[in-house]
């Protein structure tokens, strides 16, 4: 018969230093990737506002070629009236009567958020007009311009989008942005 040797009662745990290095090693991770994660969050919020806002004025201007009636982009609270401020949300209607105000007959086509919270968005536009307007054949008569976006106080994010009198869009490349925030 075979001695048994006498065991060791090891308990498993976590020591106190232990414990301090992995809360550690934690706050400077976390440290870390908070900032990155913001930037993260603020240049994707960036890039899906601006393609937003390319998709509805191509949906405008299609909307025009495909009825052959001008279509008008602009900002409004109640959905009836263009206001100046492109903050608000931005509906598009058909234009039958061509006075560049929706009337009960003109079906209203999209209304739609693009910026939230601390965003801004400005449109600044040839003969200074506070809406965008497509004709039947697509284009815009001479009413180019350009939209400004702008994040809040960080200047870091912020976009352009052009549309040329031909009525196309395209959003500016970093190094040729005019500042505007």
């Given at each position: 018969?075979k001695?048994?040797?006498?065991?060791l009662n090891k308990?498993?745990?976590?020591t106190?230093?232990?414990l301090?290095?992995?809360?550690s090693?934690f706050l400077i991770?976390v440290?870390?990737?908070?900032?990155?994660?913001?930037?993260?969050?603020?240049?994707?919020?960036q890039?899906?506002s601006?393609?937003?806002?390319?998709h509805l004025i191509?949906?405008t201007?299609?909307q025009?070629?495909?009825?052959g009636v001008?279509?008008v982009?602009?900002?409004?609270?109640?959905?009836?009236?263009?206001?100046?401020d492109?903050?608000?949300p931005?509906?598009?209607?058909?234009?039958s009567d061509?006075?560049?105000?929706?009337?009960e007959?003109?079906?209203l086509?999209?209304?739609?958020?693009i910026?939230n919270?601390?965003e801004t968005l400005?449109?600044?536009?040839?003969?200074d007009?506070?809406?965008l307007?497509?004709?039947?054949?697509?284009t815009?008569?001479?009413?180019?311009?350009t939209?400004?976006?702008c994040n809040?106080d960080d200047t870091?994010y912020k976009?352009?989008?052009?549309v040329?009198k031909?009525?196309r869009a395209?959003?500016?490349?970093n190094?040729?942005l005019?500042?505007?925030c």
């Open positions: 018969m001695e048994s040797c006498p065991t308990q498993k745990g976590l106190l230093i232990d301090m290095i992995s809360v090693i991770i440290t870390i990737a908070i900032p990155a994660f913001n930037s993260l969050l603020k240049r994707n919020l890039r899906e601006t393609q937003s806002l390319i191509n949906f201007r299609l025009a070629v495909e009825t001008e279509a982009m602009c900002p409004s609270a109640d959905t009836i009236e263009c206001e100046s492109w903050n608000l931005i509906m598009v209607f058909n234009d061509g006075d560049r105000a929706r009337s007959s003109e079906p086509l999209k209304h739609l958020t910026v919270g601390r400005s449109w600044s536009s040839f003969r007009r506070d809406y307007h497509f004709n039947e054949e697509g815009t008569d001479y009413q180019n311009g939209f400004y976006y809040g870091e976009a352009q989008v052009i040329s031909a009525g395209r959003v500016v490349s190094r040729h005019r500042d505007r």
